[in-house]
């Protein structure tokens, strides 16, 4: 069964990135795409401390740091952001169970069964991969972003008399 429609496959290329590629195929580009307003930075959500997350607010600081100074963080990533701070909060808390409890548990007639904090851990990875390819957290989709260190800089010394 294929996936749902119009969601299935390659995700498409913003404009952006098919300009600098320098090949944007047989269709004209989109040039009627929103553009976001980057944000310099914004503190973690309140609910975080609220809830005892202390390590989704670590990695809200560290993140929107790195992404912020990027030019790459809008308000409209926020949330994939937080999705991301709690999945990591998550995933640590079922390594840490694991690491203590080892990969089997007694089971309830009294076996051994898979630890469930395996389970756990894996969808919580998995939260972690899909949020933060998004927000271009690992190699392969932070060279797919475009932010403010992907634009060329001007070294040409006469720009500034065409300008003024």
Not at 25 to 44: A, M, Q, W, Y
Not at 117 to 142: F, N, V
């Amino acid at each position: 069964m294929a996936g749902t429609a119009g969601r299935s496959g390659r995700r498409p290329k913003p404009t952006a990135r098919k300009e600098l590629a320098g090949n944007p195929g047989k269709r004209s580009l989109n040039k009627d795409e929103p553009v976001f307003t980057p944000i310099k930075g914004v503190e973690p959500p309140a609910w975080f401390e609220e809830e005892d997350l202390p390590l989704a607010t670590v990695m809200w600081q560290m993140t929107t740091k790195e992404l912020c100074g990027q030019g790459i963080l809008c308000v409209t990533d926020l949330a994939v952001l937080e999705r991301w701070c709690v999945a990591y909060e998550f995933w640590r808390r079922a390594v840490k169970k694991i690491a203590s409890q080892g990969n089997t548990v007694p089971g309830v007639t009294g076996g051994v069964v898979k630890n469930p904090e395996l389970t756990a851990k894996k969808e919580q990875q998995s939260e972690m991969d899909s949020t933060g390819a998004l927000l271009g957290l690992d190699p392969s989709s932070r060279q797919r972003l475009i932010g403010l260190a992907g634009q060329k800089k001007t070294s040409n010394p006469f720009i500034k008399l065409i300008t003024s």
